[in-house]
């Protein structure tokens, strides 16, 4: 049983530990961490206290044992993720410059991060939400063909299907992508973008069109945008809610994007309203950005919590 559902790569990811070293030079990196949008997602959403599950593909190699060791400690259900005897566990490298960009290397095409097949009918019962995170649809064409036959699936059994484009300019190398980003978008109830990739999601050069836009989809109920450093808008159809950032020392950005989606649809699930819902997202991606590696920080219940109390 599951409340929060989520299908997508799972990785290991390989770190430069200093700014501005290119990947093609010689350097230290820092790894094996667990990682992969879906699992960073999924595994924030399961310390918040969520039931969850995952539906992915590992190499049984020591990467693998690093992904699924992680998750089934932090509660996520990790029994629809394939063991590969054949091929190996995906891996991202990755490495940062001062002005905040980042840069990957992934392999992960032909390893079973993009292998596994959409559930069975009855497999998952009372899903609350299934997320989906645009880098999996990107990732490889049938890979993207089972997310939306599960999505699809999940809908039809009265799941709601929130969507973050997480867009990696690495992975959009076919035009195709857009059909099948259309093909979510139609079926979307939560959209959490950022402003760039709500923009190019919508075809539109400004945020206001943009926002009116989403809404023309009558499945469409919540858009959060993400804006970084100036915090996030809650939109529905007749509100606006904004909420600011949590100050903390900044180790390293990677995953705080999917660790608000994970809260934030984990406050939705708990009955959160959507300043609430977007705190908590706002809580978990500071205490993500605190510590070094996409999945780490001191995100749970209480911390989350504690940090909305202390900044009220």
């Known amino acids: 049983m599951a409340d929060i559902l989520i299908m997508g790569e799972m990785l290991v990811e390989i770190m430069r530990t200093e700014e501005d070293v290119q990947l093609y030079e010689q350097g230290i990196f820092c790894g ?23 539906i992915g593909g590992v190499g049984k190699d020591d990467f693998g044992k690093c992904l699924l060791e992680r998750l089934e400690k932090d509660g996520v259900d990790c029994s629809h993720v394939i063991e590969s005897e054949e ?19 992934f392999h992960m095409g032909n390893t079973p991060a993009v292998e596994a097949k959409a559930p069975l009918e ?7 939400f299934m997320h989906i995170m645009g880098c999996s649809l990107m990732a490889n064409k049938d890979f993207a063909q089972e997310i939306l036959k ?10 709601k299907i929130s969507f973050d484009p997480n867009i990696r300019k690495e992975l959009f190398t076919d035009d195709s992508i857009y059909a099948v980003i259309k093909e979510v978008m139609d079926n979307t109830n939560v959209f959490l973008p950022g402003v760039e990739e709500l923009l190019m999601t919508m075809g539109e050069t400004n945020i206001e069109d943009a926002v009116k836009k989403c809404f023309e989809s009558p ?23 904004e909420v600011g950032v949590y100050k903390v020392e900044q180790k390293d950005a990677t995953g705080a994007g999917d660790c608000f989606d994970g809260a934030f649809i984990a406050g939705l699930v708990q009955g959160k309203n959507m300043e609430e819902a977007a705190r908590m997202g706002a809580a ?3 205490l993500n950005a605190a510590a070094f590696g996409p999945m780490e920080g001191k995100i749970s219940i209480e911390t989350v919590q504690d940090m909305i109390n202390r900044n009220r």
């Open 150 to 159: 599960t999505m699809h699936m999940m809908a039809a059994s009265g799941a």
């Open 87 to 105: 091929k190996a566990t995906g891996v991202a490298f990755v490495t940062y410059f001062k002005d905040g960009s980042r840069k990957f290397i």
């Open 122 to 128: 009855g497999d998952f019962k009372d899903v609350k």
């Open 284 to 286: 978990a991606g500071a």
């Open 219 to 241: 499945k469409m109920e919540v858009l959060a945008l993400k804006n970084g450093s100036k915090g996030s808008k809650i939109y529905t159809r007749d509100n606006v809610v």
């Open 32 to 54: 094996p961490f667990p990682s992969g949008a879906p699992a960073i997602f999924i595994d924030a959403a399961a310390r918040l206290g969520c039931k969850t599950a995952i």
